[in-house]
């Protein structure tokens, strides 16, 4: 699976988008990005996922780069119940259906 | 529609028992997979199940083990549990068809604590 790279921490005011940046310079074209997050003490929860054109389902949108080294995950109105580390992931054939999970961003939407 | 569903919550054991973690797909789903979540790590990949066959393995020592029922539930089994066996355990589940998939929907996982 190709690397990603996410900021470590971010902030957000309730109410405003959130927009989570995520660098995959060496993603494959048969690679697709996937977003999860995960609010403390709780299981992961699938987000969005996308290959290279947007994307946008009840949850967020998700933008890919036309050349695809990066993308970002918008929620378009935080709330305080979004507030968790918000993972993206490159993921091809190889991986066989096992998910992994590198640090990602710890997102805190504040009142 | 009712999500995965996973039992006990939480479940405590002593070292050298044996523990058994069940886990319910949402309906429709045929791939389960478990996780281990350990405390300060990430997620690390234990078995995925589709169809009542084991499909992969993550890089776990024999004793845990698994399988999975005619009605695509699940159990994991932990066999002589040692301590750093604590940890979150999270199924998941997808629409298999043999395949897997990466959209993967999660329980609220079993804490277990080996003392």
């Known amino acids: 699976d190709a690397k990603t790279t996410q900021p470590t921490s971010m902030d957000c005011a309730e109410g405003r988008a959130a927009n989570l940046p995520c660098n995959h310079s060496?993603?494959?074209?048969?690679?697709?990005v996937y977003w999860y997050r995960q609010i403390h003490s709780q299981g992961p929860q699938y987000i969005i996922h996308?290959?290279?054109n947007n994307e946008t389902n009840e949850m967020a949108s998700l933008i890919i780069t036309e050349d695809r080294k990066s993308s970002t995950l918008i929620l378009p109105h935080a709330t305080l119940r979004d507030t968790a580390v918000y993972y993206c992931?490159?993921?091809?054939?190889?991986?066989?259906?096992?998910?992994?999970f590198g640090e990602g961003t710890q997102l805190t939407v504040n009142p | 529609e009712a999500g995965v569903t996973q039992s006990p919550t939480h479940l405590i054991k002593t070292r050298g028992q044996q523990a058994t973690l069940r886990c319910s797909p949402i309906?429709?789903?045929?791939?389960v997979y478990w996780y281990q979540q350990a405390l300060g790590l990430g997620l690390q990949f234990l078995l995925w199940?589709?169809?009542?066959?084991?499909?992969n393995r993550g890089n776990f020592p024999p004793r845990f083990s698994g399988r999975q029922f005619p009605n695509y539930s699940s159990e994991l089994n932990v066999n002589a549990l040692e301590l750093e066996d604590s940890a979150l355990y999270l199924c998941?589940?997808?629409?298999?068809?043999?395949?897997?998939?990466?959209?993967?929907?999660f329980g609220p996982g079993t804490r277990l604590t080996v003392t």
């Open positions: 998941a589940s997808s629409l298999g068809q043999g395949k897997g998939s990466y959209e993967q929907y």
């Open positions: 060496t993603i494959s074209g048969n690679e697709y």
């Open positions: 996308g290959l290279k």
């Open positions: 992931i490159a993921l091809g054939r190889a991986s066989g259906s096992r998910l992994t």
């Open positions: 309906s429709g789903h045929t791939s």
């Open positions: 199940y589709d169809e009542g066959e084991e499909r």
